[in-house]
């Protein structure tokens, strides 16, 4: 094996998340190392974490994101719970300041051990989401799917959380839906030029919702941090809910979304390790540390 470097293979409330260990490297985890995880079931993922030195005076590390399709992420909010989580046990340290491509998030590990994320201020301009053509209103757009006359999700919020998000209200049970059957359709749109992830919401009172989401590059998920923060934006947007909102997710677990009255968006949530290992950032070939848990 070439030169490897460390991972913890963690879920953020089901997220399937690795957190690779890059710092004092130069080189990146290729999108040909994340499909060879993806392939084998042991560290199937959702997303890879990639923590780099930091680039930039005052930010601790830089984070890079790639999908399980070896696609590139700007955001993802499961996925920095586990960074901080990780970071903290390392170095006891609680607050951390990191960059991404989508810029600088602020973080805090909680006594009780929930992890709060500053997720940024949300974007609902159309060509930030981006969408393919002009929408002066992004609280409901023209897209729908099934049939012309009887559509089964259609008018969704389009929100960007520094990624493309399309948030469809429905007042079904969630799981009565066929997204793994819509999903890949919406994510791929023509009206997404950087495609989107595809969530339904269900809210059940002002301040409770449940969702499901079609991840771009990952599909379905247990969780989706980000998905959660532009459900919550979009649905107080529209007035069907409160900016303080606590999210029922597929995988069982729950996440708090506030949009606090400085525009910023705070994700809350646990972060669990599973594993530790080693692997080649460039083919993925990966061995689990002989002392890590099975
Ligand atoms: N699981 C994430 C979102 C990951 C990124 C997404 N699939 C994309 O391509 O935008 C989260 O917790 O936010």
Redesign the pocket.
Known sequence: MASTAPFAKMN?IG?EIIVADMRGRADRVTPAAALALNADAATKF??IMAIHDAKTPGTAFFID?L?SDG??????????RCVVQALAAETGQKTFAFETVAGILNAEEHADGLISVDMGKPRFGWQDIPLAEEFRDTRMIELQIGPIDAPVLHSPSVVS?G??HAIFWVDRDVWSYELDRFGPLLENHPIFPE?A?ITIARVTSPETMVIRTW????GL?R???????AAVVAAARTRRTGRSVSLVTPGGGSLHVEWRGDDHVILTGAAEWEFSGSFDPSTGVWARDTESAA
């Open positions: 953020g997220n959702d997303q994101i999908n696609t590139g992420a700007q955001a993802c909010g499961n996925g920095m959380m990624n493309p495609r992830n991840e771009r590059g990952a998920t969780a989706c941090g980000t998905a959660a923060c």
